[in-house]
Structures are given as C-alpha cells and as structure tokens.
C-alpha cells in the first residue's frame, strides 16, 4: 500500500509539472525586450556566442554601443560570427577570445590574461553549454553536462567575481532552462558513473545553475553586482552535443524556434533598468517566476 501511495504521488507531480509546461508554451515566443538602454562604455564577455542565442545576444549587446568578448571554444567559428556581427553593425566591437568550459586549465588561462588585459566587466553572460551528449567527461574527468554547464562556468564566474565587483554597477547572467524542474543533485553519484541517462544529467546541470545563482545573489548582496538565471532559448545546431531525441525535450521545454526569440530574456537580464535591485530571480520570456518547490527543497538539503 505504502509503494503505491508513492507512485501515486509521484505521478500526481510529474503530470502537474507537464501540466505547465504545456501551459507555459502558449507564451514561448511572446517576450520581447522592449528597453532601450545604452551600453556605451561598457564591456560584456559571453561564453558560447559563436551560435545561437549567445550570437544573438552578441549582436544585441554590440549595437548597444557595448565592447563585447565573445568566449568560444572554437575561435575559427568565434571569428566567422564576429566577422558576421561586423558586417549586421559595422560599428561592433567585438572580439573573440578561445575558451573551454570543457578544461579548467584553459578556463584559469582564459581568466589570467582576462584580468591582465581588460580593465572592468560590466556584463558577464554564461550561455554556452551542452544538453544531452553521450556520455563522455571533461579534461579533468567531470561528467560532461555538470563539467561543462556548471563547475566550467562556476569557475570562470569565481575567477572573475572581483573585477565584476570593482566595476559595479554589474550584472550576471546565467542561462539555465525550465529542465531544471526534472533536475535533482545526485550527491552520491554526482559524475553519473553508477548509471547515466543524457535528459537527466543535464537537467542536473540546469538546476545546479538556479542553485548556484541563488546562492551568488545571496553572497553579492550590497556589493552592486547582481545576478539572474534564464530559461534557455533556441535548440543547438552542433551535432555532437545532441540526441535524435532532443526535438521531443526541446518540445516540453519550451524552446523558442529561433535563436533570436531565444536571446530576448538573455537580452533582458543584461539591461534592462528595472532589473537594477533585483537578483536571484529565474526569468523566462522576459518575466520572472519565483524558486520552484524542487529549489526549495534542495536548499534545504545544502542546511541540514
């Protein structure tokens, strides 16, 4: 009797949580960013802005009047989307800089000459990320999504938090997804080498970026600095990191059908004025909702 109270409970609050997604797609395409702050004199540093949104929100950002450093793995198609980026707004200043959220041995290389060469950051934007890859590990033998999606940008995020503070007023942006609502932190096998489902591991990864988040905002309280999570835009064109499988999980995310539907609530979190005194906050289609029961209940597990 009792197993079958528990599967009756656990049912009830998958349904509930299909139940809104499915209500939340009639809104997936609606946001738009309608602020038109400047961003003269201000830098931005955006992981991942070689495609997709991160490109999107590159270009936005860059026609704000913002100096933008795009973050990528792949410098040969970090300059191709800069070069393209030039030729939308021919007065874009942007720069590609080689970044490999996949190596922390390149992400405290990426920082140091960061620190040595840029004077403020204004913007720092964590897009780039993995969703449902085969199973393979980092550098140094982190599971992929959780290596990738949290601790290489955990990293980064740490190693730049100082000159993010000396140059307050300041924003951080991670993009996270409404998967972290199916995502749980699996402490006893955080690596998934006991067993490994790809949908999973990466909605881990996204609730591990709303934790995280919440817990910055926390720390960086009265220092100006503040910091947002975002529901994830638009699918990823790079077959390596997919599965056939990912237009059904795209589907129940509620995943917009361009990058640039997608980049509106990055584009949001980054400027818009409203946002000076709020942190903490998981935004989706430029609105905001408040920490899901899943958030709380992990929070309680980090104070026991």
């Known amino acids: 009797i009792i197993i079958i109270i528990i599967i009756i409970i656990i049912k009830k609050r998958v349904l509930n949580k299909i139940q809104l997604l499915c209500f939340d797609r009639k809104y997936a395409a609606g946001g738009v960013c309608t602020s038109t702050a400047r961003l003269d004199g201000k830098t931005v ?3 991942g802005a070689n495609t997709g949104i991160g490109k999107e929100t590159a270009l936005d950002l860059a026609v704000r009047g913002a100096r933008v450093i795009m973050a990528c793995r792949d410098v040969e198609k970090g300059e191709e989307a800069a070069a393209s980026i ?23 290389a990426f ?12 913007i720092l934007i964590n897009n780039a990320g993995v969703m449902m ?15 990738v999606n949290h601790l290489g940008h955990f990293l980064l995020t740490s190693l730049l938090i100082g000159l993010l503070k000396r140059s307050a007023p300041a924003r951080i942006v991670v993009v996270s997804s409404l998967a972290h609502n199916f995502g749980w932190i699996r402490f006893h096998d955080l690596h998934s080498q006991g067993s490994y489902n790809s ?53 129940l995310c509620n995943v917009p059908e361009t990058p640039r539907e997608g980049a509106q609530t990055s584009i949001y979190c980054a400027v818009a004025e409203e946002l000076h005194s709020i ?26």
Do not use: W
């Not at 980092?138 to 999504?145: A, L, N, Q, R, S």
């Not at 905001?288 to 597990?301: C, G, N, V, Y």
């Open 279 to 304: 942190s903490g906050k998981h935004f989706r289609y430029v609105t905001t909702r408040e920490k899901t029961a899943m958030i709380t209940s992990q929070e309680q597990m980090f104070l026991k």
């Open 45 to 47: 540093l955006i992981t």
């Open 199 to 251: 949908g999973l591991a990466y909605c881990q990864s996204k609730l591990a970026n709303v934790l995280f988040t919440r817990e910055l905002a926390r720390r960086l309280k009265g220092t100006q600095t503040h910091t947002d999570t975002q529901h994830m835009g638009e699918r990823t064109d790079d077959p390596h990191y997919t599965q056939p499988h990912d237009d059904i999980f795209h589907r």
């Open 86 to 108: 030039r030729a939308a707004y021919s007065k874009a200043d942007v720069e590609v800089r080689e970044l490999d959220l996949a190596d922390t041995c390149s992400i405290r």
């Open 111 to 122: 920082a140091q000459k960061f620190l040595r060469e840029v004077n403020h950051l204004h």
């Open 133 to 147: 890859c085969p199973y393979t590990k980092t550098v140094d033998g982190f599971e992929m999504h959780i290596g």
